[in-house]
């Protein structure tokens, strides 16, 4: 860990970080808002369906700086309505909310005083988006967090300009790629508006930071990304501002050497989890940012088994849509939060506040634990159906108490076999997703790890 004062954390005891970190771990699953100019082109320049990522548009369809910031025109979000957005994540039992107030295109969602590239000033809708979404989350007890992307800007001189080819990483530079990539895309820079980096973070990205963590209220999360070209001396500009919101939890991607309280693994779950507390951002189509023709959506069983996946190895799952330039989400990802409501409705307390799962993989499905101080309950998450309904709990060795399906608490016949424990199903599942049994145990866990 980077031991230096301007990491506000450096002095946390574990306890103190424990108790910080108590309400997103029990939090278990947000709701990640990809929002901004990009909604507008939507995929496509110029007629042609520019590949990848929406939210990457300027920079894989080689746009020119004056060219992209017309599109700012059409951003128009007249049907904007956050108590609905945040209905909606609540409804489907999302804990927290994170916005992008600002992405690599480095278009500002609010009233930004550090520059004119922001909805208010570039833009016909001409209002903050921040601040009522920002009421809306305290009236209905969601958390609120911020995106900032803090290197990358492709709109200001000395902002910088992802130039790693897909097999590196900005972990994982090769300079010899990077140098390659750049000459093949500063077509879309106007050369003139190159600067210095060191001075983008100090009067563009540190400023902002500031009026983000001081204009918006509570902020219990600020998410950076990608750290292009950051190195300690520009982190220590941006680092020591999130003292502004005491508590705030940040992640992984300031750079500059920082560790931040969370791992950051985007679109794919560890096989195995983290050995830190970690969260798996992911999409429900291919793309953050809204893109009209990208119909590839995954289906609500794929995502509530993603959420089940992440919490049994845990994690927590930040589950993205991307709105359109009139301010709605789409239909698809709607049906999809309502669906994941449904389950979650009936199944939630299999979520939070869970500790990953004790056990190595099992063939039916997954787990996740609560332990208390006398005993434990183990929510057995059963994807696949057994045939002959005797589900087996491969090395649990501790004697059940009560077994009863969460859905309708009906009790369940548990023994202790040879290789574990054997529960006993009714013939049909009552989920065809995932029907969850819970099986309570007295002591401590006591579970032989070499049964497989
Ligand atoms: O905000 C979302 C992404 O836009 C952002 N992080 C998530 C949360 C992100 N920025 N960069 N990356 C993810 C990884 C970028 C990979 C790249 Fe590429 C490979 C950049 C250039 C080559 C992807 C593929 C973008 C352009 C081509």
Known sequence: EANDTSWPYANETKEQRNQRMDWWRDARFGMFIHWGVYSVPAGIYKGHKVKGIGEWIMNRGKIP?????????????????????????????????VITSKHHDGFALYNSKVTDWDVVDATPYGKDLLKPLAEACKKHGIKLGFYYSQAQDWCHKGGAVM??????????????????????????????????MDEYIKNIAAPQV?????????????????????????????????????????NNRLGGGYPGDLKTPEQHIPAKGLDYDWEACMTMNDTWGFKSYDHNWKSAKNLIRNLVDIASKGGNYLLNVGPTSKGEIPQESVERLKEIGKW?????????????SPFAKLSWGRCTKKTYINGADLYL???????????????????????????????????SVSDGVMVELPSEPLNEID??????????????????
Do not use: C
Request: net charge negative; hydrophobic share 40%.
């Open 65 to 97: 700086v004056a060219e992209y910031k017309e599109y700012a025109e059409g951003f128009n979000p007249v049907n904007y309505d956050p108590d609905k957005w945040v209905m909606l994540a609540k409804n489907a039992g999302i804990k927290y909310i």
């Open 163 to 196: 130039r790693v080819p897909a097999k590196a990483g900005w972990d994982n530079p090769d300079h010899e790629k990077i140098d390659k990539f750049t000459a093949e895309h500063s077509g879309h820079w106007d050369p003139a508006q190159l600067g210095s």
């Open 381 to 415: 998450h059963i994807f696949d159906w057994p045939e002959d309904g005797k589900l087996i709990l491969p090395g649990l060795k501790n004697k059940v108490q009560q077994a009863y399906l969460l859905e309708n608490m009906k009790k369940l016949k548990a023994a």
């Open 210 to 250: 500031r009026e983000i963590l001081t204009n918006y209220g509570d902020i219990a999360v600020l998410w950076w990304d990608t750290p292009v070209d950051m190195n300690k001396e520009r982190a220590d500009m941006l680092q020591p501002l999130i003292s502004l919101q005491p508590g705030i939890i940040t």
């Open 435 to 452: 029907t969850v049994a819970v099986l309570k145990v007295k002591g401590e866990l006591d579970i032989d790890k070499i049964i497989p």
């Open 344 to 356: 979650m409705s009936v199944n939630s307390r299999s979520i939070y506040e869970t500790t990953a």
